[in-house]
């Protein structure tokens, strides 16, 4: 396949060349330790070479849909640059080949355009986002006081029609499946019936289902409060699964990290939803309050590896057939977006590899026996275990870089993009 990266590939090498020394003494010791745990380094590197992650198109821009924005220099303007920004993320982690479209804010006139462009950097598109959480200029109704499931039904079938042209412009581009979260909800008791309004958004899902192709997936994300601050239609993962169950198969719900509540035990819902076959895919990020949107790992690294540990227990009795999407889902205001997405995946590479040093025979032993302590530290074993020699060697091999954000910095990308953006 071709590929064309942004960053030369010789100056990568050469920066690669710089640091190989000391990744290859660093990755022998750990070889060396993780050996004594029986556990064969080469083989962890290899499975995280599966490990993917699509991008949000919208984390490649400062700012979030909240308060202002302070646009850093280079933004990209519209969905190619876009593309090459995230193929920039993934030359460099060889994690993140996927990318995740939003509607309208991704609209283009030329979608075969826009694959083509996709195909050339050696990326495709995982699920499609729609948007009816604000209304569009020259839009005949207004979603003030909600979309699927708005009590007038003229503004539930504007809402589903746009699901459906969301779902039309992924076929367009080989996308398999659509992301739906609303900001549906309401402010004060007594604003809206709360079961009523919940089976008109259920009514709804079922209009887009219906246009759902054979291969695709609909994930619906749900979300506690916010805009909505009383009541939100889809608040948590029981409604999400009492929706994905009554609209279908191939309805699952996606969870999103920081749509939870403080304290909540999320690694227990993820192994409920599996339970259910429900479970579809994540939005990765981390938050310190709600949802803040912020760097995987930055918060909780250890609630992501518990996390990340229920899905490798479900891998390994599912086997193949446990697919699930990973997704980001975070926007900066303060971070090159570029350098925080990198950070992101590196975490994320990071976290899957100690998941994955985890001894299950130990673990499972101590757990028959309730041997808490050492339960606990068969968990901790794994997770203190420091991985960026083993995550750095399974980039470098597979073409990318030992230290992504020095190269990043290092390459001028930044400055180049913002010159030849700037008008
Ligand atoms: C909002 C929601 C949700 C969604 C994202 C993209 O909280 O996380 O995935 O917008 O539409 O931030
Ligand atoms: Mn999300
Ligand atoms: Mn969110």
Redesign the pocket.
């Known amino acids: 396949m071709v590929r064309h990266f942004a960053i030369d590939d010789d100056f990568l090498e050469k920066q690669n060349k710089k640091v190989v020394r000391a990744l290859k003494q660093d990755f022998s010791a750990l070889g060396r330790k993780l050996a004594r745990r029986k556990i064969d380094i080469d083989k962890i590197v290899k499975k995280l070479k599966y490990f993917k992650v699509a991008v949000p198109s ?1 984390g490649l821009g400062t700012g979030g ?1 909240r308060f202002g924005s302070f646009p850093l220099p280079g933004q990209p303007r519209d969905v190619l640059e876009k593309l090459d920004d995230t193929a920039t993320i993934n030359q460099l982690t060889r994690a993140t080949p996927l990318v995740s479209l ?1 509607i309208p804010w991704d609209k283009t006139d030329d979608y075969s355009a826009l694959k083509r462009h996709a195909k050339k950097l050696g990326l495709s598109f995982d699920a499609m ?1 729609s ?1 009816t959480f604000e209304d569009q200029p020259g839009q005949k109704h207004s979603y003030k006081y909600g979309s699927l499931s708005n009590a007038a039904k003229a503004v539930r079938e504007q809402a589903v029609a746009h699901n459906l042209e969301v779902i039309d412009i992924g076929k367009k581009v080989g996308s398999k499946a659509v992301t739906v ?1 609303i900001a549906d909800g309401s402010n004060f008791p007594g604003q809206d019936s709360l079961s009523e309004s919940f089976e008109r958004y259920i009514e709804s899902l079922h209009q887009i289902y219906k246009a759902l192709p054979e291969d695709w997936t609909m994930f619906i ?1 749900y ?1 506690p409060f916010e805009p909505a601050f009383y009541y939100t239609v889809l608040a948590d993962w029981g409604s999400a699964l009492m929706a994905s169950t009554e609209v279908g198969e191939k309805c699952k719900v996606l969870v ?1 990290l920081g ?1 939870h509540l403080p304290g909540t035990n999320i690694e227990a819902i993820v192994a409920r939803l599996i339970k259910a076959g429900k479970l579809g895919g994540f ?1 990765l990020n981390d938050n310190h309050y709600a ?1 803040d ?1 912020l760097t995987a790992a930055s918060i909780y690294p250890y609630r992501l590896f518990r996390i990340f540990h229920e899905l490798i227990i479900a891998g390994k009795i599912q086997g193949r057939k446990f697919q699930l999407a990973y997704m980001i ?1 975070q926007s900066h205001n303060l971070k090159d977006p570029v350098e925080a997405l990198i950070q992101t995946a590196m975490e994320l590479q990071n976290i899957w590899a100690k998941a994955l040093l985890l001894d299950h025979k130990k673990l499972r032993s101590a757990q028959r026996n309730n041997d808490v302590v050492m339960a606990e530290m068969t968990l901790k074993e794994a997770f203190n275990t420091d991985t960026r020699s083993l995550t750095a060697m399974a980039r470098r091999e597979a073409g990318g870089a030992i230290d992504p954000v020095g190269v990043y910095r290092e390459s001028g990308y930044r400055k180049k993009i913002a010159k030849q953006r700037a008008a």
Do not use: F, I, L
């Open positions: 919208w849909t939003h986002n948007n979260w994300e979300k999103d749509h939005h949802d949107d889902d």
